[in-house]
């Protein structure tokens, strides 16, 4: 395969990556309650973006990888800009009544997105090391272990970094040491409850793409 060629998989891929992570940052602004466990809304798509990051970095690699974490990161930051513009100019007067419904995920989105940037690069670039790394040490094997592992300390890197960021202040410390381990668990948890599908993805792209990269003395440098 030609490295610099751009495939129909990889593309949908990278759209989906982005998306889910644009959409997991307006959903982190709502605390959910199920049962008597607190998640945030986030929970509902966040997972998905580590998935793909096993995949991409699975079948093209960390470099191809990497490519996607940092265009994420821009995009997350594109819609927060676009947020606080969208803020700052004036509501029409028939939308006055809904304008602190409208400021109030946008006008949390800055804090959030900050928190969401560090984390997000943190533990995405841990994933995907961890994956690349685990793949080359195990020859290509054992990658449903890879999945849930480096799941695991990106997540557990992720959660960490973000959710003092972004909530510290604003709940109890308590409650918010147990939104992080909640939020680790129940995110490693879809992962094993979707790995079957991602085994199958992954699988099906290899074959299409015919290809398999292996990072064989690569840097692992972010830039």
Same mark, same amino acid.
Not at 79 to 103: K, R, S, T, V, Y
């Given at each position: 395969?030609?490295?610099?060629?751009?495939?129909?998989?990889?593309?949908?891929?990278?759209?989906?990556?982005?998306?889910?992570?644009?959409?997991?940052?307006?959903?982190?602004?709502?605390?959910?309650?199920?049962?008597?466990?607190?998640?945030?809304?986030?929970?509902?798509?966040?997972?998905?973006?580590?998935?793909?990051?096993?995949?991409?970095?699975?079948?093209?690699?960390?470099?191809?990888?990497?490519?996607?974490?940092? &265009?994420? $990161?821009?995009?997350?930051?594109? #819609?927060?800009?676009? %947020?606080?513009?969208?803020? +700052?100019?004036?509501? *029409?007067?028939?939308?006055?009544?809904?304008?602190?419904?409208?400021?109030?995920?946008?006008?949390?989105?800055?804090?959030?997105?900050?928190?969401?940037?560090?984390?997000?690069?943190?533990?995405?670039?841990?994933?995907?090391?961890?994956?690349?790394?685990?793949?080359?040490?195990?020859?290509?094997?054992?990658?449903?272990?890879?999945?849930?592992?480096?799941?695991?300390?990106?997540?557990?890197?992720?959660?960490?970094?973000?959710?003092? &960021?972004? $909530?510290?202040?604003?709940?109890? #410390?308590?409650?918010? %040491?147990?939104?992080?381990? +909640?939020?680790?668990? *129940?995110?490693?948890?879809?992962?094993?409850?979707?790995?079957?599908?991602?085994?199958?993805?992954?699988?099906?792209?290899?074959?299409?793409?015919?290809?398999?990269?292996?990072?064989?003395?690569?840097?692992?440098?972010?830039?």
């Amino acid at each position: 395969m030609n490295s610099e060629k751009i495939s129909v998989p990889f593309l949908v891929l990278t759209v989906l990556f982005c998306t889910c992570l644009i959409a997991s940052n307006l959903l982190e602004t709502k605390i959910l309650q199920i049962g008597s466990f607190s998640l945030t809304a986030g929970f509902i798509v966040f997972p998905v973006s580590y998935i793909i990051n096993d995949c991409i970095a699975e079948v093209w690699g960390f470099k191809r990888m990497r490519l996607i974490i940092w &265009l994420g $990161f821009a995009m997350n930051f594109f #819609i927060a800009i676009m %947020g606080q513009i969208a803020i +700052l100019l004036p509501a *029409a007067p028939f939308w006055i009544e809904n304008e602190p419904h409208f400021n109030f995920v946008f006008g949390l989105a800055p804090r959030i997105a900050l928190a969401s940037f560090i984390a997000f690069l943190v533990g995405s670039f841990l994933n995907a090391y961890v994956l690349s790394r685990m793949k080359v040490m195990s020859k290509g094997r054992y990658f449903s272990l890879r999945a849930i592992a480096s799941t695991i300390v990106g997540e557990g890197a992720d959660s960490i970094i973000f959710f003092p &960021l972004a $909530f510290g202040g604003l709940m109890p #410390i308590h409650e918010l %040491g147990k939104l992080m381990l +909640l939020q680790v668990l *129940a995110k490693t948890l879809y992962e094993i409850i979707v790995l079957p599908i991602t085994v199958r993805v992954v699988s099906y792209i290899k074959k299409v793409e015919k290809t398999d990269v292996f990072d064989d003395n690569i840097s692992y440098r972010i830039f």
